[in-house]
């Protein structure tokens, strides 16, 4: 069950990062983010409400932690696609995974030589998935802004499963909470929120959505598996995105990002079957 709720967390999260990057294309990154923030507290406070579990615990400080992380990834891994390509800033960002992967290893998890295997697969697949462009001359900026958005992805990631054990819809709605009191911040310096318009509000509400809703189900795994499994299998997104690329929008995919697709599905199944 852990390793299936981490895969449709990667999906949902890809799809999410498909549609975001839509909307920053049209709006600059820290209003396209701030925005798809409020829809997601909005459906993250339903869900709670509905299943009955607000509580009270140490589980929020970690919620804070990866609220924190969050924001600040999401808004240098969008501003990284605002001022580089896709190619060079996905499989940059998608490296996060080191972090909450590490973090699993100090905590104890001991993944079988199978599991291992699985993961090397899934992490080159990742990459080669992303269409990495690296040759030729590349501004440092995006460069510098999908780093950073890499560590504190990870940096959320073992935020989160580290207070999936107390409650994961607590965790996600504490973190939702802190991203939105930021969101508010900003607001406060702007006094706007950088020209985003009704016409932006669908393309926001999804992404949101699609963003809580994969943040749960990745805590949900964290907290009936272990993070190493868990933290590899929820870093796909790419891979959908790239999919969804090519289904959606026609994109053609080069035959790196098929071969990335191939071995990530079957790290997939090595870490599964392991």
Do not use: H
């Amino acid at each position: 069950m852990a390793a299936l709720l981490a895969l449709l967390s990667s999906l949902t999260w890809g799809t999410g990062d498909f549609f975001g990057g839509l909307l920053a294309r049209r709006r600059s990154a820290i209003p396209a983010v701030l925005a798809m923030q409020a829809f997601g507290l909005l459906s993250i406070a339903i869900w709670a409400s509905v299943t009955g579990t607000w509580a009270v615990g140490s589980f929020l400080l970690a919620g804070l932690g990866a609220g924190v992380s969050g924001s600040l990834g999401l808004m240098a891994f969008y501003r990284a696609l605002a001022t580089g390509t896709m190619g060079v800033v996905a499989p940059i960002a998608a490296m996060g995974v080191a972090v909450p992967l590490l973090y699993g290893l100090v905590r104890g998890d001991q993944p079988s030589t199978v599991q291992w295997l699985g993961i090397l697969l899934a992490v080159v697949g990742v990459v080669l998935a992303s269409g990495p462009e690296l040759a030729g001359a590349a501004s440092p900026e995006p460069l510098l802004y999908a780093s950073g958005a890499a560590v504190m992805f990870g940096i959320a990631l073992a935020f989160m499963a580290a207070g999936a054990g107390g409650s994961a819809t607590m965790t996600v709605l504490t973190m939702r909470v802190v991203q939105v009191a930021i969101a508010i911040g900003f607001w406060v310096r702007w006094r706007g929120f950088g020209g985003i318009t009704r016409r932006d509000l669908p393309l926001a509400a999804v992404t949101g959505v699609c963003d809580v809703g994969a943040n749960l189900m990745y805590a949900f795994a964290a907290a009936l598996g272990p993070i190493t499994i868990v933290a590899v299998l929820g870093s796909f997104p790419p891979v959908a995105t790239a999919v969804l690329g090519r289904v959606v929008l026609q994109e053609r995919l080069l035959p790196m990002q098929v071969v990335g697709v191939l071995l990530a599905l079957g790290g997939a199944v090595a870490i599964s079957a392991g």
